[in-house]
């Protein structure tokens, strides 16, 4: 994949650029760790700059986020209490679930957009609840695009720094990812383990 990412890049310039960004957005697998830094390297080996690059490759962030967003806002709340009054008892889900989560993303969703935007695989797929949640488009595409920004001037600069050593990246980021994903997994548990508790105590009131 890495090699017909990079040759579609050098063929294409910034149309490049910006359809591989789109399709990371919208297929995490492809990596934004080997588009961006190599975005980076390109503009000092090519007539490609770092604000050209910039521009591409959030401009094609931004599309694949909005078509994602727009995926998620056909499966709305509703359309998913359906999902959940058919099958929820084999995935172990109520309708009050799927209200708690709504409610929850409704408060903290632009903020979760924006730190999501930072982090990889993820960064994709928080488009999806972001429109389940009806949240408004033009903040999402704001949030959406703070973090976005951040996250690919880093890559990108790096890259240009690194030059041919620009591979180098994939390890760090790895390493990143790594940290971030036992840190929301540790939160997940913790939550998880409030909520029991809480239930708990309130069992133990009523009895």
């Known amino acids: 994949m890495k090699t017909w990412i990079t040759d579609i890049m050098e063929q294409f310039g910034y149309a490049g650029i910006f359809l591989m960004l ?3 957005n919208i297929f995490p697998p492809i990596p934004s760790e080997v588009i961006l830094p190599f975005g980076g390297f390109m503009t000092t080996t090519s007539g490609l700059t770092i604000p050209g690059v910039l521009i591409a490759s959030t401009a094609g962030s931004l599309l694949g986020a909005a078509i994602l967003y727009w995926i998620g806002r056909l499966l709305d709340v509703s359309r998913m ?3 959940v009054d058919r ?5 172990r889900i109520k309708k009050s679930d799927i209200r708690k989560a709504d409610a929850w993303f409704d408060k903290y969703g632009y903020w979760t957009v924006l730190f999501c935007r ?3 695989l993820v960064r ?3 488009s999806i609840p972001a429109g389940m ?3 408004k488009f033009g903040l999402f595409m704001l949030f959406t695009t ?3 920004l951040g996250w690919n001037t880093l890559l990108i ?3 240009a720094a690194l030059g041919e050593s620009w591979e180098d990246i994939g390890g760090y980021i790895g390493t990143y990812s790594n940290i971030v994903y036992i840190l929301l997994a540790g939160g997940i548990l913790v939550l998880g383990l409030l909520y029991l508790r809480k239930r708990h105590t309130a069992g133990k009131a009523r009895g």
Request: hydrophobic content about 50%.
């Open 133 to 135: 949640s009806g949240m």
């Open 22 to 24: 789109a399709l990371e």
């Open 124 to 126: 994709s797929l928080i």
């Open 118 to 120: 930072m982090v990889p």
């Open 81 to 83: 209490e359906r999902i």
């Open 146 to 148: 703070i973090g976005t």
């Open 157 to 159: 600069l790096l890259g």
């Open 87 to 91: 099958y929820g008892k084999w995935i």
